[in-house]
């Protein structure tokens, strides 16, 4: 995006460049997302309704489970970094500069590298 640091990767798209041109763009930062067809969806036979709802289905699945495996090898490194790190002790630089005891924290690497374990409930 216009307004992003060299190598950020905020913006996105897809483009289906096939009979019926037709794609989605947005922007991770900004939360925006759209969607375009070059025709109307009221101009459309209903061949095209049908293959375009098809396309954005399968295109929808595949995002979904590339999401999904991203998501589960996350976990396994971010277990990883738990498992080796070491628990935090209240001489901790963070700690200090925050005035907290280091309940739960852990430290990777050297003593400025602070780890919290994050837990997310399902909606």
């Not at 309704?49 to 998501?71: F, G, S, T, V, Y």
């Not at 001489?91 to 994050?118: A, M, W």
């Amino acid at each position: 995006a216009t307004d992003d640091k060299k190598g950020k990767k905020s913006a996105w798209y897809v483009l289906h460049d096939d009979d019926l041109p037709a794609g989605s763009f947005g922007n991770w930062k900004t939360d925006l997302s759209q969607t375009w067809c070059s025709k109307s969806t009221n101009a459309l036979t209903p061949e095209e309704q049908a293959q375009h709802k098809e396309r954005i289905q399968k295109a929808r699945a595949q995002a979904d489970a590339e999401k999904l495996a991203l998501q589960s090898a996350t976990a396994k490194v971010c277990a990883q970094v738990w498992k080796k790190a070491k628990e935090a002790t209240s001489d901790n630089p963070y700690c200090q500069s925050k005035g907290i005891k280091p309940y739960g924290l852990k430290e990777f690497h050297d003593t400025r590298t602070v780890v919290v374990k994050y837990f997310r409930t399902p909606r």
